[in-house]
């Protein structure tokens, strides 16, 4: 009779702090591992009101050479835009596509449409290093209000004419007392952040964790993540690599089999 595998991570707290909608996946392979999931989400993401400026990249979408993803939320808002705008991308057989993260190539995927450049690494800063005949292209970008600009650079170092248009808005949620204490009264184990806006948005409700959430471990799913929380002077416990879920569960499972 087959013995069955024991789950390293069975009656573990772990607290998730992305957006609702992005969570259902992370609940579910953390559910299969026996995880007792706490679900607190700490940003929302919305379209911006005015998109005049991405309607207007949008207006003469034939010039551009590259169409730029760095978030499956990146992908759901501008689709929904070209949806709302009447815009059929078939019109536009030799606009390609790439994407930052196995996660922004599947839900691109889930729309039917194919991404022609994943970075080897899963951040924007390696996209841009390594997008291919970049040099005099123009490059269209939707993003959030947070995107950062090193990329950006990067691109115009290689002679990239990058437009990046903000098209929809990452916010903190503010939390009620009642809401912080029900949190911090369940006691995770494990402290989970997918974006430095989450972190931020933590730092905000309830302050360095190793202060509130002893003792918890906090675990990255990036650098960039685990930057923002070393600004903080967050002690991070772990960094996933790769810097997916899947990453994050790993990283998990290790930090529980060094627990003495």
Known sequence: ???????????K??????????MEE???????????????????????????????????LEDFEWLVFNSPASVKFFFQRIEERGIKMYFYPDLKIATVGEKT?????QLGYRTNFVPIEFTAEVLAAN????????IL?????????????????RGGLPHQHVLYENRPIHLSEGEKKKTIDQIPDYLTFTSGSAVRSFDANFGNPQHSFD???VVCI??????????????????????????MIQAMKRLEEQTP
């Open 13 to 22: 707290k772990v607290l998730l702090t992305r957006p609702l909608e992005g």
């Open 131 to 138: 997008l291919p005949n970049v040099a005099g292209k123009q």
């Open 215 to 217: 003792p918890a471990q």
């Open 222 to 247: 990036g650098p960039s993540t685990a930057a923002t929380a070393a600004e903080l002077n967050w002690k991070i416990d772990s960094v996933a690599a790769p810097h997916t879920v899947e990453g």
């Open 105 to 109: 190539k599947m839900k691109l995927e």
């Open 141 to 157: 970008i939707p993003a959030s209000n947070l995107s950062g600009q090193d990329y950006i650079r990067a691109f115009e170092k």
């Open 26 to 60: 992370f609940y579910r392979k953390l559910d299969f591992e026996g995880a007792k999931v706490i679900s607190r989400p700490l940003i929302e993401l919305n379209a911006v009101k005015d998109q005049s400026k991405i309607d207007a990249a949008l207006d003469k």
């Open 1 to 11: 009779m087959q013995k069955q595998v024991e789950k390293v991570l069975k009656g």
